[in-house]
């Protein structure tokens, strides 16, 4: 039998009308154009300052998949999900904007999500995505070698800065950081980055995190490449490993522009890939650690399957499980329950900023095949068990 089946662990915490508000939701995220033409109009209505809109979206889509506004707000579900053995990944997800003044402001919030984890170990990561700090047009150039004018050499140096700042604080207080990864022609200055950081903040452990995209091609060997650096220079690798998430939008600038699809032909290949990553993780746990992000419940369960082979406690410091807020129940809680070490990104933020978020998320759920109707399948699944409960009682 399937391990993550266990409805009654996944949905504990879960009223029967947040169910049935939940069934609704992924219902209607499950139809492609419905949720096409559906996101379009709210980004709309939200951008011109709908106020009955904004109201309608914080009950519904933002309450599925984000904590709060705030933090504040948000430790609410914090305190919930590690009741349960669960951590939270504060996601501050405001998208979409690049001015300096945007990037500074992104930059002083993550350091105080930061100052505001310390000591709690129910926050033990922090996260933040390259273009939160500059814009990728600038990650472009610079990952390609361009030559860069005087004033984007400022720039350049300004988003330098803004990484240095959030590692060297989250270094000085022991908190862990993954930086996320994005689409591939800025990705190359954000791994180059990100390598120095690690060189400069992982002497004694890992404290800066990559994330790798395995539904990329090539990314093997950089994780390789990585490897035989961080043993030359003496640091560790700390890597958030996921399938990813712009499959179609590389596909289209690939054909667009001329040149090789950079994504892997299927999710077969995608699928081996990212099973091939695992292994290369659990064949270097002296110099690698690893957080898989993932919704598979195959690849959560290969995971299980090769720490066990290696006689590694499920509460390893080196191998963290991780899904998306609102998502995916069935795995985290199973996880959580058994002693692995499994957190949630927990997006946050004012509704009308976090709606691109929110869209893209929906439009995601929709592309990913079964994930939907997996959801809606969990979702019908417990409500039925409830209901043959209630019944036998009364019986």
Not at 82 to 95: A, C, L, Q
Not at 145 to 163: C, D, H, I, M
Not at 205 to 234: F, H, S
């Amino acid at each position: 039998m399937p391990i993550f089946n266990d409805t009654k662990i996944a949905f504990a915490d879960k009223s029967d009308a947040q169910l049935k508000k939940a069934y609704w939701m992924f219902k209607m995220i499950e139809q492609p154009a419905l949720t096409s033409l559906g996101t379009s109009v709210l980004n709309f209505t939200v951008h011109n300052n709908f106020p009955f809109v904004t109201g309608i979206v914080k009950n519904t889509l933002f309450e599925q998949f984000c904590g709060g506004e705030t933090r504040e707000e948000s430790m609410k579900v914090v305190k919930q999900l590690f009741k349960r053995g669960v951590g939270s990944i504060f996601d501050y997800s405001i998208e979409g904007k690049e001015d300096e003044e945007t990037f500074d402001a992104v930059c002083k919030e993550i350091k105080d999500i930061v100052r505001f984890s310390v000591g709690n170990p129910a926050i033990p990561f922090i996260v933040f995505k390259p273009t939160a700090f500059g814009r990728i047009d600038l990650y472009e150039a610079v990952g390609k070698g361009a030559e860069l004018t005087s004033s984007q050499k400022e720039e350049w140096e300004r988003v330098v800065r803004r990484f240095d700042e959030v590692c060297s604080l989250c270094h000085e207080n022991d908190k862990k950081v993954m930086v996320d990864a994005e689409e591939t022609w800025m990705q190359d200055a954000a791994d180059h980055l990100c390598e120095e950081m690690m060189e400069k903040y992982n002497q004694e452990k890992p404290i800066v995190w990559n994330t790798i995209q395995m539904y990329r091609t090539g990314r093997l060997e950089y994780m390789e490449a990585n490897l035989q650096r961080a043993r030359e220079k003496n640091y560790f690798i700390g890597y958030k490993i996921v399938r990813g998430a712009y499959m179609e939008k590389e596909r289209a600038r690939a054909a667009e522009k001329g040149y090789a699809d950079p994504i892997q032909p299927n999710k077969e290949a995608s699928d081996k890939n990212y099973n091939a990553g695992i292994d290369f993780v659990m064949n270097h746990l002296d110099k690698v650690s690893a957080f898989f992000g993932t919704h598979n419940e195959i690849s959560s369960e290969l995971i299980m399957d090769k720490m066990k082979t290696k006689s590694l406690e499920n509460g390893n410091p080196h191998v963290y499980f991780g899904q998306l807020y609102g998502m995916s129940d069935n795995i985290t809680f199973y996880l959580s329950d058994k002693g692995y070490n499994v957190a949630k990104y927990l997006p946050y933020g004012p509704v009308k900023d976090v709606v691109p978020y929110l869209t893209r998320r929906a439009r995601e759920n929709t592309s990913v095949a079964g994930q939907t109707g997996r959801e809606l399948g969990l979702i019908k699944k417990e409500l039925e068990r409830r209901k043959n409960k209630t019944y036998l009682i009364e019986v």
